[in-house]
């Protein structure tokens, strides 16, 4: 009820192969039918959550299990500033696949005042290994809630999410939205070998948007080393995908990536449905 903070630090621990799935930060998802919620909640204050990930290899890590997260949180955990404060999330994933820095599927992140929001991911060294990854835990089989898409939302201020890695930025049937402050994506895709190591994906209904005056920003770059191709700085794509202003500036930056592949590695792809507007 007042202004105090909440400050959370979170180390995994595993190594070898006798330990996996070494999260340094983790809110489970509910129980099939369950009802409650994770929550982390101030009034006033700020909210800081940092995690670094272990380095286990004894777990063969899925989609729906995960690697050596920095960050994750699923289905019905909410991370919410109901008054002034900022919400800050930090996460740098261990080693193995599907090591995400920032990880969600399905979970809200939320500023009601003018607090902003900082979202900063940095994926493991092995595929699947994304910088920020949001994705909807119902469409990945990993929920039974229905809608669980990640919410990142604003009143008045301002998002800004950073990730590096596989993909630096994975936005996937999610929604990040301020209602008049500014949204700004930057993503580093990694060097690998593997394709489409992407800067940003927005895509399968994936919305980017802001009202009023703020803008929304995306700089995408394309990792890829090798063999590896179609690694575009920036990719949208998927019906009812949209990136959108009222009154503010859209600005989008794609650099592709280094892979010699069979396909071409562009700055900016742009699928059928997609729409951008202000």
């Known amino acids: 009820t007042g202004n105090g903070n909440v400050t959370i630090t979170g180390i995994g621990g595993g190594t070898g192969s006798t330990s996996g799935a070494d999260n340094g930060f983790y809110m489970g998802d509910v129980p099939s039918g369950g009802t409650a919620t994770n929550l982390i909640s101030t009034a006033n204050g700020n909210i800081t959550i940092t995690g670094t990930g272990g380095n286990g290899t004894g777990v063969a890590a899925t989609a729906a299990q995960g690697g050596n997260e920095g960050i994750g949180f699923d289905d019905t955990s909410q991370i919410i500033s109901n008054g002034n404060g900022n919400i800050t999330l930090n996460g740098q994933a261990g080693t193995g696949t599907y090591s995400m820095g920032v990880g969600s599927y399905g979970g809200i992140v939320k500023a009601l005042g003018t607090g902003n929001i900082s979202i900063t991911g940095t994926g493991g060294n092995g595929p699947a290994s994304n910088g920020v990854w949001f994705f909807n835990g119902v469409n990945a089989g990993l929920s039974t809630v229905s809608n669980r898409g ?58 980017v948007s802001t009202n009023g005056t703020g803008t929304v920003t995306l700089n995408g770059v394309g990792g890829g080393t090798g063999g590896s191709s179609s690694d575009f700085g920036v990719n949208i794509g998927g019906a009812n995908t949209r990136i959108s202003a009222v009154d503010g500036l859209i600005s989008i930056t794609g650099l592709g990536g280094n892979g010699n592949g069979s396909s071409a590695s562009a700055g900016m792809a742009n699928d059928a449905g997609v729409a951008i507007y202000s």
């Open 150 to 207: 990640v919410l990142v939302s604003t009143n008045s201020g301002n998002i800004n999410i950073t990730g590096t890695g596989n993909v630096g930025i994975d936005d996937n049937s999610s929604t990040i939205t301020s209602n008049g402050g500014n949204v700004a994506l930057q993503g580093n895709g990694g060097a690998t070998t593997v394709n489409a190591d992407n800067g940003i994906n927005v895509v399968n209904g994936s919305v």
